[in-house]
């Protein structure tokens, strides 16, 4: 069960400087502080907020630290000063007043910060986090943060941004990558360095595939093999054009896309509204995603190959194997140790004849073989193999 207290280990108490913990789609960010909580007390930290939304907070009387859950906790430093944060120049003050924001939390929580864990999904608290002097730094590198466009829209600011974590990744004690790519770069940065791949929420789908619920409408009202996408649809990162060419030749088969479309949002409305094969059901949070998850017969990642994208290693690869389905991806460079269970490809028209070859597969070793990779996947176990390797370096 999801709320199942995991084995009790004696850990210190684990501050995470986190970005996307409230999302809704979830991801490492989330899982990471959810599971560690049963195992000690843990504090996520998020960026600060702007000026105008720690004014409207205050005039809600809207607390900034929430408690979750046991021993979890959730703060969000107010930003008292004046101008956007996406300023640089600024930033470094900004981060200056949260800092006393965050040892006052961290006191009214009772977790003593020389002797805490801070653990770091983003470069920019690192430096000022360290003059709490905690026991132990770890960086968690997810992606190439630094070629991510809505973070860094400038040339500059991403020249900045990779600065700042080659410095972060030299100066942390432990070092975690998401993907064998970043494990290859970053080991010879750090040699304390450790693969650590994404994972699927096992027992979230375990427990509503229990359930028994009516099909969807969409489901229901179609007799063709659907293939589906769980994610971020984002230019930067997601092929528009590949999906475009996909539904246009495929007109036999059902497309469901679920997630963010971001800069694509027009695109993706524009193609569902000319296509009836094609339906775009926008940004749900994974639990009532599941309930569509589980009629895919192939599940497909057409993102682009780029410098993003070379460091991926897409969360929905183990979502999909979760339910033993076939998966048609571009070749990503993070997805080849995984070649054998799924069908990575490089072109349009070979991506849509893998997907054709997907839909004839009728192999129960190979559906066994996904499931198996996806159980050990589990966010529990990703948690259970960081716990091991931190452990070690206290």
């Not at 210190?12 to 000690?40: A, C, H, M, Q």
């Not at 080991?187 to 028994?212: C, P, S, V, W």
Request: hydrophobic letters at 40%; aromatic letters at 16%; one cysteine or more.
């Amino acid at each position: 069960m999801r709320n199942k207290v995991l084995k009790k280990v004696n850990l210190p108490s684990i501050v995470f400087f986190n970005d996307g913990f409230d999302w809704e789609i979830k991801g490492n960010r989330y899982y990471l502080p959810y599971y560690y909580s049963f195992k000690t007390k843990v504090l996520v930290v998020s960026p600060h907020l702007g000026f105008i939304k720690t004014l409207k907070k205050l005039f809600k009387n809207e607390p900034f630290l929430r408690k979750i859950k046991k021993n979890l906790y959730f703060f969000q430093p107010p930003g008292l000063i004046p101008l956007n944060r996406s300023f640089w120049l600024f930033k470094n003050g900004s981060y200056l007043v949260s800092l006393f924001f965050i040892k006052k939390t961290m006191r009214s929580i009772n977790i003593e910060r020389k002797k805490s864990i801070f653990y770091f999904f983003y470069p920019e608290y690192f430096k000022t986090a360290l003059k709490l002097k905690p026991k132990l730094k770890i960086y968690h590198l997810v992606d190439l943060v630094w070629e991510y466009p809505f973070y860094y829209p400038y040339k500059k600011d991403r020249i900045r941004a990779e600065k700042l974590s080659l410095s972060v990744l030299r100066e942390s004690d432990l070092v975690f990558t998401s993907s064998l790519y970043l494990f290859k770069e970053v080991k010879n940065i750090n040699k304390k360095t450790f693969l650590l791949e994404n994972g699927t929420d096992m027992d979230l789908i375990q427990a509503e595939l229990r359930k028994e619920a009516k099909r969807p409408k969409i489901i229901e009202k179609t007799n063709k093999p659907i293939i589906g996408f769980i994610g971020n649809m984002s230019s930067f990162r997601f092929d528009f054009s590949l999906l475009k060419y996909l539904v246009e030749n495929i007109k036999d088969f059902n497309f469901i896309l679920i997630g963010s479309g971001k800069d694509n949002q027009k695109n993706l409305k524009t193609l569902s509204l000319k296509n009836k094969n094609c339906h775009y059901l926008g940004e749900w949070e994974f639990k009532k995603a599941i309930k569509y998850l589980k009629y895919f017969d192939v599940g497909i990642i057409p993102y682009k190959k780029n410098s993003y994208t070379r460091g991926v290693l897409p969360i929905k690869l183990f979502d999909y194997f979760s339910f033993g389905m076939p998966v048609v991806s571009t070749n990503l460079y993070s997805l080849k140790p995984f070649k054998d269970e799924l069908y990575l490809e490089a072109n349009k028209k070979v991506f849509l004849l893998a997907i054709k070859k997907a839909l004839k597969e009728k192999s129960k070793t190979m559906r066994k073989k996904r499931i198996k990779i996806a159980k050990n996947h589990s966010w529990r176990n990703i948690v259970e193999k960081s716990e091991k390797i931190t452990r070690k370096h206290l």
